[in-house]
């Protein structure tokens, strides 16, 4: 919505301290029972700094004394505030000394920052050092580095370096590519941006430069649908009185122009190259700063100074539009702007599984240590009772043998450290991203209409997907389509708009209106009522034309042609709309000028004399237009909310039981209402109301409330004609998704800025809300609330520490309840209004430590009532199944998230479109981003985005579940065999007198996590489905899995903890058993150690690759192919490894010369490799084979029965879930809810002496992915040729 301009510099700083101090005195809190929260009005502005709120006087003064306050204030605030400082074509000002700031030691740069943008991290120079650096800031690649040092001490080491090394080596290498290729990225982004061109003047001409050249002080000119470079003062433009229109979608999401204009004196002065290249204008104002609508500074020039503020301030990312030309004084450059400096910063997310995950690593360390101490003390045991009295032990040492067991602690550190997965980090990072370019490949999620793909903008979040509680939904252009269509009408008490032809019959057969009789039709309304269009072309009731006529002139709509087209730019999209229905109707609106409106009323064309516009606002609920008819007759047009109109109507008016009940109606069709009234003028009534209404506007003192007074005394005895009924449409399957994720025991709160009738109808329209539901509203929580914290102070005292908390619920069990509650209630109610404290207590210290001590009591106590009565608000709330608050602020929508996060310790995930959301959608663990009508900033903010919301249920139930499930089995599986394979050392110990004495082959436990057992655990990670994804939306009860953490927590853990001890228990004691007194066929012996390391190792690779078969769910030919492949990779490569060419070669690397076709050869070695894996499997087979038995879980059942299921999900017809309730609700009014253009049309400021046409805005992207068949076979194929 455009903010009116007004007339006059006086009046307007006049009016914008009346409302501030109005503002502020609204802000105060008082906690008083009287002090009710207006419902209609959204709380404080988000900018609104407490130390602002300080500076408040009190509401009563003398009116001299506030005088002369106000102007103190203002200096010593200007002292304070205004330190910036730009001088106009004078680059060498802004590199004086005193603008230097020091950076590090004696390097000092300029406080004012130039116009290149630098997100990447790393240049050519410093990626290696700091890349390294950040990667060594992870606990288990320092851990490993370490290890690595320590393997290089002969003395503690019994193991090779390598088999540290190249495994690190592998993890590094891997997430450096990750993190070069995201940097390149940045790169391109960086330079393309920065190499946007823009004429700057230099040496008094204007010049093509680049973005990043461009210098604070630099005065720029800008073309139409120029992006703006920097945050710049308007000077001047082509427009009249300098006027320039922007497109703002990229700061506040909202898509309407919005106009600027400069100075009246650079208005007048600088339009030519000469002028603008001499200008030496010098501006103090505020330091950069992230309040997009706030600016203060002064413009010196010509010996005079000029007040600045937001209204001549064009902001970087904004887009010049219906401007030709504009010039420009850069004031902020580069990270300096608004824009960036509302970047804010990115909160890194991490799941629920990392920090799992991160505590079961650190018990691993535990666990690590006290094996490796015990180990060690058995050492130093051994050595004291067996080694020195052992003549063919002694190594020429004569170290003691505590020194020994010290020495030999970390050895068995070094040789045990396959208990901490090296490569688990990278493995789930090569996991999440796989699934990241699932969801991005995925055509179900894919929005044909505006070509855009699901997009998962990180990789990390993936399996949190799956373990929501909580869905934080943004309303206007979330769940509906922010595309707004004149649906149905109500004229003279009759309803318009049902299938009906012209002789008023109703039909079943649906045919479309025809309206190619009306040459400016634009054919883009559906509508199937023919009865109102034989009405119109009729003339049988005056009314209905009166009501269409209505429609194009009251409004404050401006009007455009392009190609001969007539285009609207309205302040809102419902009062497009409405103007668009009438221009359909017959009644088109072409033209304006300051004082005149033209209409074509069926082809004929009559302009009337605009007497006065009364603009609406969010008080009046109403706009009005007073005209004069080209027969001489004023009328008085009105249209706003039925509550207000209705207060303001002729006691005789006949049909307003008829139209209240065609608003119930259309309350019930949850469509968005608009009363149409007028009233006729004579003349005398006409000149003295004028004369109040101009001595109103030019009130220096409380404008606002003088006009609404005036307002007050036309806008009555009002004669109803109708009402229209327009529909916010809904996204299509949001009834549906809403239902599944519900049956999925998630809940849904809606958080929106839009008034609440509007709000609730819409929760009825998407089914959140039901006839049977309960609502509750602002009052009553605050009701159920205070007598709760009464309790709860009663039940405090003594006693209270002994009797443990019982939780006592707000409701009766069983009751469908919800909660309505509006953003001033919020704040009522969470004790967040902020409250004016006075300057004397400021600077009141306490004097005594009892004073400090009571100080610091009180405090403490208002802190704990205000979390008290935070905590038993989410309790209430979380005790409803829906919950929608509307007239929130963005930072309401964040501390809205943040206090279930906090209280309720649950998963969250908050959706939105707009760039009011983006704080939401950072607060939240996963924020998702929906590419639609208010820019791409919360796209740009988000974790994932795609096109509507319907296709969040696929991201949760399918995508979301899949993950979760497929990192818990990967974890599980992961964990266990790696305990199974380092185990097998500590059962060796007791028969190598505890000497760190590794049981396998070097180059084995190298290759163990990278070759041999990797790419099955992979694909089960990537690839695993427990049931399809039509049985996971068919069935969605089988989410709650993820909620409850089923699948993986600390008892999994030490289940695949004992399961691998066991595992390893077996692996060492039946070959060892075997080997001990046997004969080999040949009469040999081979009970050799070598012998023994590859028995164990083959029974190891055997065992854990068919135990990956029996986790596996989902079965495919590459899940086969990676099991038995990595199976005879491993023999392949042990056969090669223990030949006696590759010995000769690296005789110290490769030892264990012959030893694998020596010892495979004999029979007796096969059967007991075959009998230790029957004896690790076998059990598992059973235990699974009865849990699926007798204890199933939901996904058994349904993978049980999944043939009948789908035969059944064939055969079954759609159901169409979507209803129309029988709500006697009032509908919200189909308005925008800041001002018009009144001001501007009325001003005259808008009006061209030959209007150039209004380019269309652009809003098209191009897909970032153009998905074909081969994606998932090239991911396939990665993985088999990079392991």
């Given at each position: ?34 002090s ?10 988000d ?11 009190p ?18 605030t200007?002292?304070?505030d ?43 120079f ?52 990750k ?6 990225a ?5 330079k ?18 680049k973005?990043?050249?461009?210098q ?5 000119r ?7 470079p ?33 100075l009246?004196?650079t208005?007048?002065?600088l ?29 010196f ?31 902020f ?15 890194f ?10 505590y ?13 101490a ?5 050492h ?6 067996v ?6 032990l ?14 030999n ?8 450290n ?25 055509l ?7 070509d ?14 799956g373990?929501?509680h ?15 269509t004149?649906?149905k ?19 079943s057969?649906?045919e ?13 309304l ?22 269409f ?6 409004h404050t ?24 229905a ?6 088109a ?7 005149t ?22 008080d ?26 209705y ?34 003028i004579?003349?005398k009534?006409?000149?003295e ?30 004669i ?7 529909e ?6 949001v ?13 849904i ?17 998407c ?26 102070r ?47 207590l ?8 009892e ?19 935070q ?8 005790e409803?199944s ?19 996060k ?16 983006v ?14 009508q ?35 089995k ?13 185990l097998?050392?500590?059962?060796y110990s007791f028969?190598?007198?505890?000497s760190?004495q ?10 163990y ?9 992979l694909?089960?990670g990537?690839?695993?489905q ?67 390391a590859v ?5 190891l ?11 596996t ?12 492949g ?43 490799i075959?009998?230790t894996?029957?004896v ?17 879980s ?9 043939k ?32 018009g ?6 001003s005259g ?13 652009i ?25």
């Open positions: 919505m455009v903010p009116p301009v007004q007339p006059c510099l006086n009046f307007q700083s006049s009016f914008k301290f009346a409302s501030r101090m109005n503002t502020e005195r609204d802000s105060e809190t008082t906690f008083d029972e009287d009710q929260p207006n419902d209609e009005v959204v709380p404080y502005s900018d609104e700094t407490e130390d602002e709120l300080e500076d408040q006087g509401p009563l003064e003398p009116e001299q004394n506030r005088i002369n306050r106000e102007a103190e204030n203002k200096r010593e200007f002292r304070k205004c330190t910036w400082q730009v001088k106009a074509n004078d680059r060498k000002f802004h590199e004086q000394p005193h603008f230097m700031n020091t950076k590090f030691f004696c390097i000092k740069e300029s406080k004012y920052a130039n116009n290149a943008i630098k997100t990447y991290k790393y240049n050519g410093s990626f290696l050092p700091l890349n390294l650096f950040e990667q060594f800031k992870r606990a288990a690649n320092f851990y490993f580095l370490i290890l690595l040092i320590l393997q290089a001490i002969p003395e503690i080491s019994t193991l090779a370096w390598y088999t540290t090394f190249f495994p690190l080596l592998l993890v590094l290498g891997i997430t450096a590519i993190d070069i290729v995201d940097d390149v940045r790169h391109k982004m960086d393309e941006i920065n190499n946007r061109t823009c004429e700057v003047i230099k040496d008094g001409r204007f010049k093509i430069i973005w990043k050249d461009i604070v002080g630099d005065v720029i800008l073309k139409k649908n120029d992006f703006i920097a945050d710049i003062l308007l000077l001047s433009s082509s427009e009249p009185n300098s006027l320039c229109y922007v497109e703002t979608a990229e700061l506040d999401g909202e898509t309407n122009l919005k106009f600027k204009m400069a009246e004196i208005d007048q002065y339009q030519t190259e000469d002028n603008l290249a001499t200008f030496d204008g010098f501006i103090e104002c505020e330091e950069p700063n992230n309040r997009l609508d706030k600016f203060t500074g002064t413009l020039w010509r010996k005079r100074s000029f007040p600045l503020d937001a209204d001549k301030i064009l902001l970087r990312g904004c887009v010049i539009r219906n401007t030709d030309v504009c010039h420009g004084l850069v004031i450059a580069g990270a300096d702007t608004k824009i960036m400096r509302n970047s804010g910063k990115t909160r997310k991490r799941t629920k599984i990392d920090y799992l995950m991160n079961m690593v650190y018990t691993i360390f535990i666990v690590l240590i006290l094996v490796s015990g180990l060690a003390i058995g130093a045991y051994w050595e004291a009772q080694g020195d009295y052992s003549w063919y002694y190594d020429g040492e004569n170290a003691t043998p505590s020194y020994r067991g010290f020495l602690f970390w050895g068995y550190i070094i040789v045990l396959t208990m901490v997965p090296i490569s688990l980090y990278v493995s789930v990072e090569i996991i999440r991203l796989g699934q990241s370019h699932f969801i991005n490949w995925d179900q999620m894919y929005y044909a209409e505006k855009t793909p699901a997009k998962a903008r990180t990789t990390t979040l993936n399996e949190q997907l373990q929501i909580y869905i934080f939904s943004d309303k206007t252009g979330t769940l509906t389509q922010n595309i707004m004149f649906k009408c109500c004229i003279n008490g009759q309803i318009y708009g049902d299938h009906r032809d012209a002789s008023q019959h109703s039909h057969k649906i479309l209106v025809d309206f190619s009789w009306n040459t400016f039709a634009d054919g883009k559906a509508f199937y009522d023919h009865y109102l269009i034989e009405q119109i072309q009729s003339g049988k009731e005056p009314e209905v034309r009166q009501f006529f209505l429609l194009s002139i009251c709509v401006m009007v455009d042609r392009i190609d001969g087209q007539l285009n609207y730019q309205a302040a809102s999209p419902d009062e497009g709309a409405l103007v668009n009438a221009r359909n109707f017959g009644f609106f072409l033209a304006r000028t300051q004082n409106i033209t209409v074509s009323e069926l082809g004929t064309e009559r302009t009337y004399n605009v007497l006065a516009i009364l603009d609406f606002n969010s009046r609920k109403r706009m009005s237009i007073i005209v004069r008819t080209p027969e001489g007759s004023i009328r008085l047009y009105c249209k706003g909310a039925d509550t207000v109109i207060e303001r109507l002729h006691p005789m008016n006949p049909t307003k039981q008829e139209t209240q009940d065609a608003l119930d109606v259309f309350a019930s069709e949850t469509l968005r209402t608009l009363c149409l009234c007028y009233r006729e004579e003349e009534e006409f000149a109301w004028n004369k109040m209404f101009m001595a109103a506007s030019v009130a220096s003192t409380n404008r606002d409330e003088a006009l609404d007074k005036v307002y007050e005394e036309i806008e009555k005895d009002l109803l004609l109708g009402a229209t009924a327009i916010d449409k809904l996204q299509d399957g009834p549906e998704t809403i239902s599944k994720l519900a049956k999925a025991d998630i809940k709160w809606v958080l929106t800025g839009d008034k609440k009738e509007t709000a609730e109808n819409i929760g009825f329209a089914e959140l809300l039901t006839e049977d539901t309960t609502i509750c509203y602002g009052e009553d929580i605050n009701s159920l609330l205070h007598t709760r914290m009464e309790n709860q009663n039940r405090g005292g003594v006693s209270s520490k002994f009797v443990p908390p019982v939780y006592e619920p707000f409701f009766p069990p069983g009751e469908n309840r919800a909660l309505i509650i509006t953003g001033s209630w919020l704040n009522e109610i969470l004790l967040e209004k902020k409250t004016k404290r006075s300057k004397i400021k600077l009141k210290f306490p004097r005594t430590e004073e400090r001590r009571m100080r610091t009591q009180s405090k403490r106590r208002l802190e704990e009532k205000k979390e008290q009565r905590k038993n608000f989410v309790d209430l709330a979380c409803c829906a919950v929608i608050c509307c007239r929130v602020t963005p930072k309401q929508k964040a501390m809205v998230v943040d206090l279930v906090r209280y309720k310790k649950a998963i969250t995930l908050a959706i939105g479109d707009g760039a009011n959301d704080n939401m959608i950072k607060t939240a663990h996963i924020g998702v981003g929906i590419s639609g208010e820019g791409m900033q919360a796209v740009m903010s988000s974790d994932y985005s795609f096109a509507q919301f319907r296709y969040l249920q696929r991201l949760l139930l399918v995508h979301g579940r899949w993950s979760y499930i497929r990192m818990c990967f974890l599980r599986y992961f964990f266990y065999k790696n305990f199974a394979f380092t097998v050392h500590f059962w028969f190598n007198g505890y760190a590794t049981a396998y082959e070097d180059w084995f436990i190298t290759l996590n990278v070759l041999y057992s990797s790419l099955p655990v694909l089960m990537l690839l695993d427990d049931v399809s994804d039509k049985l996971s939306l068919q069935f969605p009860g089988l989410y709650v899995v993820g909620q409850r953490d089923t699948l993986f927590n600390y008892r999994k853990f030490f289940v695949s903890l004992l399961h691998g001890v066991l595992t390893s228990l077996v692996l060492f004691f039946i070959p060892l058993g075997a080997y001990l007194q046997t004969v080999g066929q040949d009469g040999e012996a081979p009970s050799d150690y070598q012998s023994f028995t164990v190792a083959s029974a690779v055997i065992t854990v690759n068919f135990q990956i078969g029996l986790d769910s989902y079965w495919t030919f590459v899940n086969a192919f990676s099991i038995f990595s199976i005879a990779l491993y023999f392949g490569i042990m056969f090669d490894f223990h030949s006696a060419g590759i010995h000769v070669l690296f005789p110290s690397a490769f030892q264990f010369t012959g030893t694998a076709s020596n010892a495979l050869r004999q029979p007796y070695i096969w059967l007991t075959i009998l894996v029957a690790c499997l076998l059990p598992v087979v059973a235990i699974r084979f009865l849990s699926m038995t007798i204890w199933p939901e996904s058994d059942k349904i993978q049980k029965h999944r009948r299921l789908k035969a059944e999900e064939q055969w079954k017809r759609p159901q169409n879930v979507f209803r129309r309730g029988t709500s006697t609700r009032r509908s919200a009014y189909a308005f925008s809810h800041q001002r253009y009144a001001d501007l049309i009325s400021r808008s009006i061209r002496r030959k209007r150039s046409p209004l380019d269309a805005i809003a098209e992207g191009t897909a970032e992915y153009r998905r074909t068949g081969e994606g998932r076979a090239v991911w396939v194929v990665f993985f088999f040729f990079f392991f």
